[in-house]
């Protein structure tokens, strides 16, 4: 079996479900250790993180993944067992194959091979790994961001292996992402009985005109190759079960991706102003997930493409959209950010699943990008 196949095989195996990383990094550190890394295990609350360095002094490449995955549903939904890593038809199932455990796997086997290709290289090649992404993503890299600022560690170019291929591996480069904000409103009401509307204040009626505006606003036109700033209301809940009670609470949950346009403190003050106005009888709680971060054209950047061009075929679109990924928390450290990685069609869903002739190939792209910055 090809090394990168059978090391992301042994790391499906191992159920790493978040945060648990369940032996995925001292597995990992073992092999980064034999080939010359110096290896720094950072146990934070419940969360294993791996820093590992080879080199040093500038400029510094890290190579940023994670370990840990999300639950995988109901098991009888899977064709076989999600922490039973098979192959069928050329193609690897198990939870983790696309979201990240190919990637984790194929950077390893890529920074044994450069070390044994260059083993005086300049600079620093360095691995990061956390136990935290698919979570709370509180004890991962956004705390060891916080301790490389107290260390003075700068960071130059750095590589996340989230999967951002579309349809063939390469063919999107991810040049920045979007920030995610999102708020618990509670609204307070009055409980009471429908037929006497008076005795009663019914929450959702008082702030159906607050969230109507907050919906139908237009936040911005976008930013250079971000999308517009969009805010979702993802869950709403008020009453009793009963249909004759006036509710005495609604309580909204709601998100917005936003672009450069905006930091969260901003989008914050707009709308407690806008709630203020309504004058509603309301708590806000609210959970900033990560700012928004780009690249700008530069040599991560420009590197990246004509690599990606090269195993794709084309230039590979470049582009801000997704979720948000561990490289909010290393873009303010003033690193240049990108993300590669495998096809992401099935990530997080039952089979999840990576081509295996992707996965064998996913080694030499990280090699190729890694012998370009530093070799």
């Given at each position: 079996?090809?090394?990168?196949?059978?090391?992301?095989?042994?790391l499906?195996?191992?159920?790493?479900v978040?945060?648990?990383?369940?032996?995925?990094?001292?597995?990992?550190?073992?092999?980064?250790?034999?080939?010359?890394?110096?290896?720094?295990?950072?146990r934070?609350?419940?969360?294993?993180?791996?820093?590992?360095?080879?080199?040093?002094?500038?400029?510094?490449?890290?190579?940023?993944?994670?370990?840990?995955?999300?639950?995988?549903g109901?098991?009888?939904?899977?064709?076989?067992?999600p922490?039973?890593?098979?192959?069928r038809?050329?193609?690897?199932?198990?939870?983790?194959?696309?979201?990240?455990?190919?990637?984790?796997?194929?950077?390893?086997?890529?920074?044994?091979?450069?070390?044994?290709?260059?083993?005086?290289?300049?600079?620093?090649?360095?691995?990061?790994?956390?136990?935290?992404?698919?979570?709370?993503?509180?004890?991962?890299?956004r705390?060891?961001?916080?301790?490389?600022?107290?260390?003075?560690?700068?960071?130059?170019?750095?590589i996340?292996?989230?999967?951002?291929?579309?349809a063939?591996?390469?063919?999107?480069?991810?040049?920045?992402?979007?920030?995610?904000?999102?708020?618990?409103?509670?609204?307070?009401?009055?409980?009471?009985?429908?037929?006497?509307?008076?005795?009663?204040?019914?929450?959702?009626?008082?702030?159906?005109a607050?969230?109507?505006?907050?919906?139908?606003?237009?936040?911005?036109?976008?930013?250079?190759?971000?999308?517009?700033?969009?805010?979702?209301?993802?869950?709403?809940?008020?009453?009793?079960?009963?249909?004759?009670?006036?509710?005495?609470?609604?309580?909204?949950?709601?998100?917005?991706?936003?672009?450069?346009?905006?930091?969260?403190?901003?989008?914050?003050?707009?709308?407690?102003?806008?709630?203020?106005?309504h004058a509603?009888?309301?708590?806000?709680?609210?959970?900033?997930s990560?700012?928004?971060?780009?690249?700008?054209?530069?040599?991560?950047?420009?590197?990246?493409r004509e690599?990606?061009?090269?195993?794709?075929g084309?230039?590979?679109?470049?582009?801000?959209?997704?979720g948000?990924?561990?490289?909010?928390?290393i873009?303010?450290?003033?690193?240049q950010?990108?993300?590669?990685?495998?096809?992401?069609?099935?990530?997080?869903?039952?089979d999840?699943?990576?081509?295996?002739?992707?996965?064998?190939?996913?080694?030499?792209?990280y090699?190729?990008?890694?012998?370009r910055?530093?070799?």
């Open positions: 079996m090809n090394d990168v196949l059978a090391l992301t095989c042994d499906i195996a191992r159920p790493s978040t945060p648990d990383d369940a032996g995925c990094q001292a597995l990992l550190g073992g092999r980064l250790a034999r080939a010359g890394f110096q290896c720094e295990h950072l934070l609350g419940e969360v294993d993180n791996l820093w590992a360095t080879h080199g040093s002094g500038a400029p510094v490449l890290v190579l940023l993944g994670h370990t840990d995955v999300v639950p995988s109901p098991v009888d939904a899977w064709h076989s067992d922490f039973d890593p098979q192959i038809d050329g193609v690897l199932y198990g939870r983790g194959a696309a979201d990240m455990k190919g990637s984790v796997a194929a950077f390893v086997v890529a920074a044994e091979q450069f070390i044994a290709a260059y083993p005086d290289h300049p600079g620093t090649l360095a691995v990061l790994l956390t136990s935290d992404e698919e979570g709370d993503a509180i004890d991962g890299v705390r060891i961001a916080g301790l490389f600022r107290e260390r003075g560690q700068s960071i130059d170019w750095c996340t292996g989230e999967p951002s291929s579309t063939v591996l390469g063919d999107l480069l991810r040049v920045g992402r979007r920030g995610s904000l999102s708020a618990t409103l509670t609204v307070k009401g009055v409980q009471g009985h429908v037929a006497y509307p008076h005795k009663a204040r019914n929450p959702i009626h008082l702030a159906a607050a969230l109507a505006e907050l919906t139908a606003r237009q936040w911005d036109e976008g930013y250079e190759s971000f999308p517009p700033t969009s805010l979702q209301v993802s869950n709403l809940h008020a009453g009793t079960g009963a249909n004759n009670v006036i509710p005495g609470e609604l309580q909204v949950l709601f998100n917005l991706r936003y672009n450069p346009h905006w930091d969260a403190p901003r989008l914050e003050q707009d709308i407690v102003t806008l709630l203020d106005r509603l009888d309301y708590t806000l709680k609210w959970h900033r990560g700012e928004p971060f780009y690249t700008p054209e530069g040599t991560l950047r420009r590197v990246a690599v990606l061009a090269e195993f794709a084309a230039a590979p679109e470049e582009s801000t959209g997704g948000t990924s561990d490289a909010r928390f873009a303010p450290l003033g690193a950010c990108i993300e590669v990685g495998p096809v992401n069609a099935s990530i997080h869903q039952v999840e699943n990576i081509s295996v002739a992707d996965l064998e190939e996913l080694p030499a792209l090699l190729r990008l890694i012998e910055l530093l070799a």
